[in-house]
């Protein structure tokens, strides 16, 4: 029942439970005033009166998460599929894992919630959010990677792709094999061919 | 009976395995540097044959040297240092005349205690000065450079290349400010120049030390301008400028021809004293019609030029510096002047990145003067 209730349900409801004013001796007249009904309504938290949607999603191991649309439509591939008529009950990822869908929700609310980057100080706040946000191990870090790439969340993708970079740069290549456990794969007669090639990089 | 148990000890996961090969040239994409990038070729043959499908380049030049033309011993190289040694003579010189050709762009250096093979043929020990261990002076034997051109033989799709140099080469006192930035096709396009004869700073100008004596001028210039050798001053930033940017322009000619998938090509230098921009259109008139090379230097030919300049003995900007003898020329060559509309001024004032661009636009709406260069 409670899938079928839209925002039209709701409104009604809360009219049904206005709480009365409190009538007292005193009190002159039981009318309202059109001015004290929109006071009324103002003090109504804003989900109630508003019509936000929400969106539930579902991990590859079977628990959802529940977001506003506004939050799942920074994936590109969650937005499709809204407009597609796919979401009606609950949109599967079985490409994400729970652990890894929390994260990326996580990012998505922050992203959503900063209105625009051009004041400084939200500017600001968003650069220590996002770099605090990649501080994880490394398999976590690949999956956020894959994630951001099945949902298709660009931002998400560049940050993530940029902190792989960063952990690239300025190491030789013995060392970029340690970090990452790349496996080497050339004989030794290329591996000598290929640093012939590219001599320049590595005096 | 005792089994045996074999302890089975899985080699760790390489991540990398778990990505596909597009977002792994994303990373690589965002790597950009063309050292990093040489050293991840070496990692695997997966990296090796994505590393030239690589689009987004920057070249960090580390040294330049100079073109062993003449019989050159040790001592007159190392006076070519890096710093601008060479254009401040040049600055010199050009007062009397444009005699000596540019040597110090000659060649341009590949990175650290690299090797270059020089393109010229007569010097194979050629002296550089290496930054890193600035008293060496001698002859690194042995010592090879690389040249970009030679460094970017492993890309073959590369669209966005960035090239910065180690120093401007337009050798200025700390005080003074010379920025230019010009756009080249197969020839000059348009250039723009920012110089100030002095700048000072937020902290000294709150002090409040600073008359603003040309504060209700109509922006004209003042007669003393002429006498005092602002002219002949700013005319000799314009001319170094041009030769700067020429120079540059020519050396990027086998680059160019190389990489046909080139989309934007920037070079510029550590200090973004000078920036060279050529976009697509630019490049593929480049390609079209090649160009010409002024005659006994190494660099394009600069066409017949109009120019407009812009002054103001005191400019303040939002940021609190105030620039003093505050100039602007916007070039273009006089050919486009009845083709193109021109006064279209916004390739003006986006020129330059904050705080001077907003100088150029506060610049533009003075009172605008018209020169006429000939070509060189």
Redesign the interface.
């Known amino acids: 029942m409670l899938k079928n209730l839209n925002s039209k349900h709701i409104q009604r409801f809360s009219y049904k439970y206005l709480p009365q004013f409190p009538i007292s001796p005193n009190s002159p007249k039981l009318g309202f005033s059109r001015s004290q009904i929109a006071n009324y309504r103002s003090n109504f938290p804003t989900t109630i009166m508003s019509s936000s949607k929400t969106i539930v999603l579902r991990s590859s191991d079977g628990e959802t998460f529940e977001v506003d649309e506004a939050v799942a439509v920074e994936s590109q591939t969650i937005k499709h599929m809204i407009e597609d008529g796919c979401a009606d009950t609950s949109i599967p990822l079985p490409n994400v894992t729970s652990k890894i869908l929390s994260k990326v929700i996580e990012y998505c609310k922050k992203h959503v919630e900063t209105p625009n980057a051009d004041e400084k100080v939200a500017e600001e706040d968003l650069k220590s959010f996002d770099a605090d946000f990649v501080k994880v191990d490394q398999s976590t870090l690949f999956d956020l990677i894959l994630a951001a790439n099945y949902l298709n969340i660009k931002s998400l993708l560049d940050l993530t792709c940029q902190t792989v970079a960063d952990m690239i740069k300025g190491k030789t290549p013995e060392e970029i094999r340690k970090t990452f456990n790349i496996k080497n794969d050339f004989t030794p007669e290329e591996e000598e061919e290929v640093r012939r090639e590219n001599a320049w990089a590595f005096e | 009976m005792s089994t045996c148990k074999f302890q089975i000890h899985p080699?760790?996961?390489?991540?990398?395995d778990?990505?596909?090969d597009s977002?792994l040239l994303?990373?690589?994409n965002?790597?950009a540097?063309?050292?990093?990038?040489?050293?991840?070729?070496?990692?695997?043959?997966r990296?090796?044959s994505l590393v030239p499908q690589v689009q987004n380049v920057v070249v960090r030049v580390d040294c330049v040297i100079s073109d062993d033309d003449s019989t050159s011993s040790s001592s007159s190289a190392s006076d070519k240092s890096r710093g601008g040694g060479p254009f401040s003579s040049l600055l010199r010189l050009l007062v009397g005349g444009i005699v000596k050709p540019i040597q110090a762009i000659g060649q341009l250096l590949?990175?650290?205690?690299?090797?270059i093979l020089a393109p010229s043929p007569s010097s194979a020990l050629s002296v550089h000065n290496n930054n890193t261990s600035g008293d060496d002076e001698q002859h690194s034997g042995g010592v090879t450079h690389?040249s970009p051109t030679?460094?970017l033989k492993?890309f073959d799709e590369i669209k966005f290349l960035k090239i910065e140099l180690p120093s401007g080469e337009l050798g200025i006192e700390d005080d003074v400010l010379l920025k230019w930035r010009a756009d080249f096709g197969s020839t000059l396009d348009k250039c723009v120049i920012l110089g100030a004869s002095s700048v000072i700073h937020p902290q000294i100008v709150a002090s409040g030390n600073v008359m603003n004596d040309g504060g209700d001028d109509n922006g004209s210039i003042p007669e003393s301008f002429y006498t005092n050798g602002g002219l002949k001053l700013r005319v000799v930033w314009t001319i170094s400028s041009l030769i700067a940017a020429s120079a540059r322009h020519y050396l990027l000619q086998p680059i160019i021809s190389e990489h046909k998938t080139l989309d934007s090509l920037v070079l510029t230098d550590v200090e973004r004293q000078g920036v060279l921009c050529m976009n697509k259109e630019q490049l593929e008139e480049l390609r079209v019609k090649p160009l010409s090379a002024s005659s006994a230097s190494k660099r394009t030919l600069v066409p017949a030029l109009n120019m407009k300049l812009w002054y103001a003995p005191y400019l303040e900007l939002p940021n609190g510096s105030v620039l003093k003898g505050a100039t602007l020329v916007a070039i273009r060559p006089s050919e486009q002047a009845g083709q193109k509309d021109v006064s279209d001024g916004s390739w003006v004032s986006s020129a330059f990145e904050e705080p001077y661009g907003t100088a150029a636009r506060m610049l533009v709406k003075r009172r605008t003067y018209c020169l006429e260069m000939n070509s060189f």
């Open positions: 080699e760790p996961l390489d991540l990398f778990l990505i596909p977002i994303l990373i690589l965002n790597i540097d063309v050292k990093t990038l040489g050293r991840c070729s070496l990692l695997s043959k990296f090796h590949g990175p650290k205690r690299s090797t690389h030679q460094v492993n």
